[in-house]
């Protein structure tokens, strides 16, 4: 069956960066678009990014230019996202999700278990 | 500030209809199909429509999506208290270029 597997929680001071990840299985790797999303606390669900399945370019929410970099490392079946330049707005719980084949709309028919972050000097 | 607007809390009886509504513009719903999802806070986000009204498999047809226009409505009969949650509406954005959610909708049912 498909899972995607999140590494774990993460607490980081100000300034610093994180690099969460996102281990795939029970599914051809390159199939589908994986996504990022994240929720702060008290807030909705905000799109980061996603990672094209054909060739592993990227593509993220303006938000986060500069400081977010997306990978994926077909060896070993894992995605990757690293936020840098770390501030207390970061402290969320980070989702990686698989797009559905659907055309358009962002679906996302698998999630991984969500990662908290917390940003705290 | 989402790019799709949705009322912040909707609520209904059990065993009652309601709506949830998500406005958008021609960039995004008028552009894109909707997705909707369910998700209670620290827990996943499920997939409940796609491609504007599809059901994946596993979610009842008490559930319903619709769009006309720029704006789309996901629709849940037979209120159960087990589908209190937060909704959002989800789609595409091409001035943007990127992926983007409503702001979410509280569902409380009384």
């Known amino acids: 069956q498909v899972q995607l597997v999140q590494s774990g929680a993460e607490v980081k001071k100000p300034g610093a960066s994180v690099k969460v990840s996102c281990k795939a299985s029970g599914y051809s790797f390159t199939s589908n678009h994986v996504h990022w999303v994240r929720q702060a606390p008290g807030q909705g669900l905000e799109w980061i990014g996603i990672i094209y399945g054909s060739d592993g370019s990227t593509r993220h929410a303006q938000k986060f230019q500069g400081r977010v970099s997306m990978a994926r490392d077909t060896s070993t079946s894992t995605f990757y996202m690293e936020l840098s330049s770390l501030r207390s707005e970061d402290t969320a719980i980070y989702y990686c999700a698989r797009e559905t084949g659907a055309s358009g709309g962002i679906p996302f028919d698998y999630w991984g278990q969500g990662t908290l972050v917390t940003v705290s000097s | ?110």
């Open chain 2, 1 to 110: 500030q989402s790019v799709l607007t949705q009322p912040p809390s909707v609520s209904a009886a059990p065993g009652q209809r309601v709506t949830i509504t998500c406005s958008g513009s021609s960039s995004n719903i008028g552009s894109h199909h909707v997705t909707w999802y369910h998700h209670l806070p620290g827990t996943a986000p499920k997939l409940l429509i796609y491609e504007d009204n599809k059901r994946p498999s596993g979610i009842p047809d008490r559930f319903s999506g619709s769009k006309s226009g720029t704006s789309a409505t996901l629709g849940i009969t037979g209120l159960q208290t087990g589908d209190e949650a937060d909704y959002y509406c989800a789609t595409w954005d091409d001035t943007v270029g990127a992926g983007v959610f409503g702001g979410g909708t509280k569902l409380t049912v009384l």
